[in-house]
């Protein structure tokens, strides 16, 4: 099988980070905050659109009835 360099790097990198953490994901996610604060890059949160269904909402928003109908016919 062929083996990614670049991959095994980043899972490597991944795997020592998360075991400097104990595997705390409250932990590592707080340094990573921490990290990207420190980078000095501008962080940008968007609004959510409007009228589009998330997977983890389940919702419909403000959708119009075209796309409601286009909607039920795929699933």
């Known amino acids: ?24 994901l ?3 996610f707080a340094d990573w905050q921490r990290r990207q604060s420190e980078g000095g890059r501008e962080v940008v949160s968007l ?4 009228g589009l269904t998330t997977r ?6 403000d959708l119009d009835e075209d796309a409601e109908e286009n909607s039920r016919r795929s699933t």
Do not use: T
Not at 47 to 50: E, L, S
């Open 1 to 24: 099988m062929w083996q990614d360099e670049i991959l095994d790097e980043i899972h490597k990198i991944r795997e020592e980070h998360a075991e400097s953490f104990n595997y705390d």
């Open 26 to 28: 409250d932990a590592m």
């Open 47 to 50: 609004p959510p659109k409007r």
């Open 56 to 61: 983890w909402n389940g919702r419909a928003g």
